[in-house]
């Protein structure tokens, strides 16, 4: 059809491995989705590079095969003829970080590659089993295996390649592979432990996945900062966000009583939200106190009624509100804001003249923020910023930290502070608790005519009381022995 139409064999520009649209991803995996049936139809074919030039070899090594045998090209064998041919010292290792830093991430061109497929239908197994409680192991087995590859690989690749410039380029990849790696040993042994029933060790490994993601985060925010999105991602497809759903089912599984079932704990975290199917993939930027879209550099239709949202942890209000919409400045778009996400109010005073505006006067109840099209007529523009800068609500109460339903907010319990718990009409009280090593915590008993008993004084984690250790008692106590704080993440009463 092509040659019928430029009358003249094609000459081929490929946009890939080009990443000038996913700078936060690399892209190293095989060079697939080539017709092989095209010989005799181009007179030329060409790769655009990403701009790490031994980085872009693996899948240029993949195209000058295909160029020399359209026929027969085999891209996946290509691929791993490529990783041995770059770093010949440490292929295996090498072949196991190109292949799990293939895909570009959410994007407004919706252009994704596969990455990590032979581990997509394991993992399906693995979450659903975990989520009917039982621990699938061969899977578990699998994904073990492949986790301290992981964890193993960039040590191997620092120390046995003499390739310094890629080692360079990927450096910052490098390192948060290694973190992958360690993230996803920990959520494995995270999961056993709940199906073990162990859950002060499976309180302990939800820690230290939470302090492993953190790191990631810290990462992605870190290095790579000139980049467009700035960051460091890796795994994307299908291991990281595998590694966070565990951890997240895994925090409901904990708060999870005979009268609260898993799938009902809250979880709250930063998001964005749209009915407009163009901005369904476009990702999120994330930071410690910011949230937003990722710029799209192409039109974006916006139907009557669609709109694009953001939201934002519970414990912050909105500090002030951006948005860079080129060619939104019309009537019919409104900017509204809510404190559940059902009910919605209107942003006074922003002019539609402006394109591009700053808000800083946004009601303190706000969790959410979005614009919406109020017209009768089709909307075009570009989303070239629309986020958020948050910070940590003064008004809200720390003490409602630990009755929130979320383990990842927590309130500070200071030395020589006193938390009281009434123990009226409850069977359990159980405690999530985190801090240092060094410090402890006691659990009083106080009756009604005063007096007091210790009914728990040790480390700090997961402690649950039944009933016949404070049935006498009309409330309890908590303090820290020690001269730091702990964190109370959840107080649960059964």
Not at 183 to 207: I, P, V
Not at 348 to 353: G, K, M, N, Q
Not at 414 to 435: M, R, T, Y
Request: aromatic share 10%; with cysteine.
């Amino acid at each position: 059809m092509g040659k019928q139409r430029i009358r003249r064999p094609a000459y081929i520009w490929w946009n890939f491995p080009v990443s000038d649209y996913c700078q936060d991803h690399l892209l190293m995996g095989p060079a697939y989705g080539l017709d092989t049936q095209a010989a005799g139809t181009m007179t030329g074919f060409v790769s655009n590079p990403m701009e790490y030039a031994e980085a872009s070899k693996v899948a240029i090594f993949g195209v000058g095969m295909y160029t020399w045998n359209i026929e027969n090209y085999d891209p996946t064998q290509a691929w791993k003829d490529a990783c041995d041919f770059i770093m010949p010292e440490a292929s295996m290792a090498f072949r196991i970080f190109c292949e799990h830093n293939c895909d570009p991430g959410p994007n407004g061109h919706q252009y994704r590659r596969e990455e990590s497929a032979n581990y997509v239908a394991p993992i399906q197994t693995f979450l659903a089993g975990y989520k009917k409680n039982t621990f699938p192991e061969q899977s578990a087995n699998l994904l073990g295996t492949l986790f301290a590859q992981i964890t193993a690989s960039p040590s191997m690749i620092y120390s046995q390649s003499p390739n310094k410039r890629l080692i360079e380029q990927i450096n910052p990849w490098l390192i948060q592979f290694e973190f992958l790696g360690k993230a996803g040993t920990s959520a494995l042994h995270m999961a056993h432990a709940w199906y073990e029933k162990d859950r002060s060790y499976t309180w302990q490994r939800y820690l230290e996945t939470s302090a492993l993601l953190d790191s990631m985060k810290l990462i992605n925010r870190t290095l790579n900062q000139k980049a467009q999105p700035k960051g460091v991602k890796v795994g994307s497809k299908v291991l990281h966000p595998f590694i966070v759903d565990l951890y997240r089912q895994t925090g409901r599984n904990l708060l999870s009583t005979d009268g609260i079932a898993p799938d009902e704990v809250k979880v709250s975290i930063p998001s964005i939200f749209t009915n407009i199917d163009q901005l369904k993939s476009q990702p999120c930027a994330e930071g410690d106190n910011t949230v937003g879209y990722v710029p799209l550099f192409e039109v974006v239709k916006v139907q009557p009624n669609q709109y694009l949202g953001i939201g934002w942890e519970i414990q912050k209000e909105a500090e002030s509100f951006c948005f860079n919409l080129p060619k939104s400045n019309q009537p019919g778009r409104v900017f509204e804001w809510s404190a559940d996400g059902k009910s919605w109010s209107l942003i006074p005073h922003v002019s539609t003249e402006n394109a591009k505006d700053t808000i800083r006067t946004i009601d303190p109840k706000a969790r959410y923020i979005r614009m919406r099209n109020n017209s009768d007529q089709q909307m075009e523009l570009y989303v070239l910023g629309f986020t958020a800068t948050t910070q940590q609500d003064p008004q809200i109460n720390e003490a409602l930290m630990m009755y929130d339903m979320n383990l990842d907010t927590y309130k500070n319990l200071n030395p020589g502070e006193i938390i009281h718990i009434k123990c009226d009409d409850i069977n359990a009280v159980s405690f999530f608790l985190s801090g240092s090593n060094e410090n402890l915590v006691s659990i009083t008993g106080l009756s009604q005519d005063g007096e007091k008993n210790i009914v728990y004084q040790g480390n700090v984690g997961y402690i649950k009381l039944n009933k016949t250790m404070f049935e006498d008692f009309s409330s309890l106590e908590i303090t820290t022995i020690g001269k730091e704080p702990i964190h109370i993440h959840q107080i649960v009463r059964e």
